[in-house]
């Protein structure tokens, strides 16, 4: 067995050479959603010190509720949690 079918857990070297590939793409999606992340955290936290320095609050429950809806809406229940990951990244826990 190659060493390239050893790290892809493959079979045969044609399905190495495709999902080291695949892989490649995924590493560059995952690159993106990442940029994307601290792109959303640098506009939220713009947000929050805005409200803040108005005298609002930090967090604001029914523009969460919205986030929250519109990822459940797209990605059903792991949609929830991710929303919620999201947020705790950009505002912190609760
Ligand atoms: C960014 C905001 O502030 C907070 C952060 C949110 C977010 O990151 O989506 C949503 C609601 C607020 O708790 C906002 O009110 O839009």
Redesign the pocket.
């Given at each position: 067995m190659s060493t390239s079918t050893v790290d892809t857990g493959a079979g045969s070297a044609d399905a190495a050479s495709l999902i080291s590939d695949a892989r490649q793409r995924i590493d560059d999606l995952d690159q993106r959603i990442i940029g994307l992340l601290a792109e959303?955290v640098t506009?939220?936290e713009q947000?929050?010190r805005e409200?803040i320095a108005s005298g609002g609050r930090?967090?604001?429950?029914s523009?969460?509720m919205e986030?929250i809806n519109r990822y459940n809406g797209e990605l059903g229940r792991q949609g929830t949690a991710l929303a919620m990951t999201?947020?705790a990244l950009?505002?912190g826990q609760l």
């Open positions: 959303r506009v939220s947000i929050q409200r930090r967090v604001h429950l523009r969460e986030v999201v947020l950009c505002r």
